[in-house]
């Protein structure tokens, strides 16, 4: 029984945030350039995520004739199922979390490396030029950063001795993460902004150049699981470098763990939006290179340093 | 255990089938992922969840990725046109014959080999980690030395002279 209130309010807590956020950032994005941005739908404009659900809900539900149906129609619900999974690792509180597994982070990266297909897929079976144009370079850019986005944790595993989430945590507790693993935790945030593609790194849909990119036939409720997938993987991402770095429940004993938590994921939400308002996007091959020239060997050397100093210091 | 055992082992083996015989190449990629994923179910299972991880990571995440990103490029998934050469019997004797020889030898030495004791505690990531770098070692450093040569390999045959496509920066 309690088990299933957990299950409920951990997809209460995720789905919620990730709706919210779209009137988040469309807020914080019209403070940074000096705009208001929605204000008219209910108190500050909250209620406009409501108008934009039920217009989602109400529009046609298109499903092209010239397309692979069953891939079509698959494609976005693998985005949500395996980010929906990984929330299920992930410890809001001491005892708030759904199952604590002993392969907690490999568990991240395999979803994370499954859910790469619901952009190929969608982009495949939408037989369109510029959806398959962005599937390619979705595909490529995922599996380039998935690689050091792995290594870059590997310090972090090290350093706790587990790859289980709740004991990552609890070894923090003489000191975050963030100061003994800088480089990892910077390797790991900017290949978070790639594997979730947001801006800047956000080519694969580059509506500038490709329409929307992969889900440019997209259209009502898939349209609408492929935009909320989006905001899910930046609460994902921003709540995993909450855990690994900076302590994850832990803090101050005047409020409740969750709270923490949520405040040190809301940071990095936070974080995620100004870079999408600050930074221009780079070409395709920059990218490239900046992963496998600067960030690769960057996530090696920490990976190596820090068993040298383990193994010293023993 | 045994029940989920054996949906997983049930779903690997339709999917198989489905793979090897679908005629869209990309639903059969999709098949076979399915397969990997629930022989990963299977390793986990068998207390070996570190294997399940990895069975994941790399073959349904990275090596499947890769099969379906150069499917795409070559555009053969929506129709193939080998599909019905396939279906001819006369193909599959020979292969029949060859599989039908090695289940019987199989099976045979399943018989003589005594049933080993199925392991009860977890095999957690850090004793799979000791016993590649000590009982294993050489194995580790063999594939690594293959996957340099790979590595050098694609490196040369991906790397090409910087070329000026304009016409006024053209050399004569």
């Given at each position: 029984m309690k088990i299933l209130l957990i299950i409920a309010?951990?997809?209460?807590?995720?789905?919620?945030?990730?709706?919210?956020?779209?009137?988040?950032?469309?807020?914080?994005?019209?403070?940074?350039?000096?705009r208001l941005g929605p204000n008219r739908v209910g108190p500050f404009g909250v209620a406009q995520v409501i108008a934009d659900t039920v217009k989602l809900l109400f529009k046609e539900d298109w499903v092209p004739p010239f397309s692979d149906k069953p891939v079509f129609i698959m494609a976005p619900g693998i985005l949500m199922i395996t980010i929906l999974l990984t929330f299920a690792v992930l410890p809001f509180g001491p005892n708030f979390y759904v199952?604590?597994?002993?392969?907690?982070?490999?568990?991240?990266?395999?979803?994370?490396?499954?859910g790469v297909y619901s952009i190929v897929l969608g982009g495949w079976a939408s037989n369109n030029k510029y959806a398959l144009i962005g599937a390619m370079r979705a595909s490529a850019q995922m599996l380039t950063y998935e690689?050091?986005?792995?290594?870059?944790?590997?310090?972090?595993?090290?350093?706790?001795?587990?790859?289980?989430?709740c004991t990552i945590v609890e070894a923090q507790k003489g000191g975050w993460f963030i100061i003994p693993q800088f480089f990892g935790f910077v390797v790991f945030f900017i290949a978070g902004i790639a594997e979730t593609h947001r801006l800047p790194f956000d080519i694969p849909e580059a509506e500038g150049e490709l329409i929307a990119g992969y889900h440019s036939e997209y259209s009502g409720f898939k349209f609408g699981m492929f935009f909320v997938g989006e905001y899910l993987g930046i609460t994902l991402i921003s709540a995993i470098i909450a855990t690994l770095f900076f302590g994850g429940w832990l803090g101050p004993s005047f409020l409740p763990p969750v709270f923490w938590f949520l405040l040190k994921?809301?940071?990095?939400?936070?974080?995620?939006?100004?870079?999408?308002?600050?930074?221009?996007?780079?070409?395709?091959?920059?990218?490239?290179?900046?992963g496998w020239k600067?960030?690769?060997?960057?996530?090696?050397?920490?990976?190596?340093?820090?068993g040298a100093v383990l193994i010293f210091l023993k | 255990m045994n029940i989920f055992f054996y949906i997983a082992a049930v779903v690997a083996i339709i999917s198989t089938i489905m793979a090897i015989s679908g005629k869209n190449a990309i639903h059969s990629l999709l098949f076979l992922i399915l397969s990997l994923l629930a022989v990963s179910v299977i390793f986990y299972l068998l207390n070996a969840p570190f294997i399940a991880a990895l069975e994941v990571i790399i073959y349904a995440g990275?090596?499947?990725?890769?099969?379906?990103?150069v499917t795409m490029m070559l555009n053969v998934g929506i129709e193939n046109k080998n599909g019905n050469k396939l279906t001819n019997p006369r193909k599959w004797i020979v292969s029949s014959i060859l599989a039908a020889i090695l289940l019987v030898d199989f099976i045979l030495a399943l018989k003589n080999v005594p049933a080993s004791p199925s392991v009860d505690q977890v095999i957690l990531p850090k004793q799979v980690g000791i016993s590649l770098f000590s009982t294993y070692l050489l194995a580790v450093e063999i594939a690594a030395?293959?996957?340099?040569?790979?590595?050098?390999?694609?490196?040369?045959l991906g790397s090409q002279k910087k070329k000026v496509t304009h016409r006024f920066l053209e050399k004569k």
């Open positions: 309010g951990v997809l209460l807590i995720a789905l919620s945030i990730a709706a919210g956020l779209i009137w988040v950032e469309r807020r914080l994005l019209a403070l940074w350039q000096d199952f604590d597994s002993n392969i907690g982070i490999l568990f991240f990266l395999g979803n994370s490396s499954l690689v050091f986005m792995g290594l870059s944790l590997m310090g972090v595993v090290m350093m706790a001795d587990s790859f289980s989430f994921t809301f940071f990095f939400i936070g974080l995620f939006i100004l870079l999408r308002a600050s930074l221009p996007r780079p070409r395709y091959d920059q990218l490239m290179k900046l600067v960030l690769f060997p960057l996530a090696l050397i920490n990976l190596i340093v820090t | 990275a090596i499947m990725v890769l099969f379906i990103f030395i293959l996957l340099m040569a790979g590595v050098i390999g694609a490196y040369h």
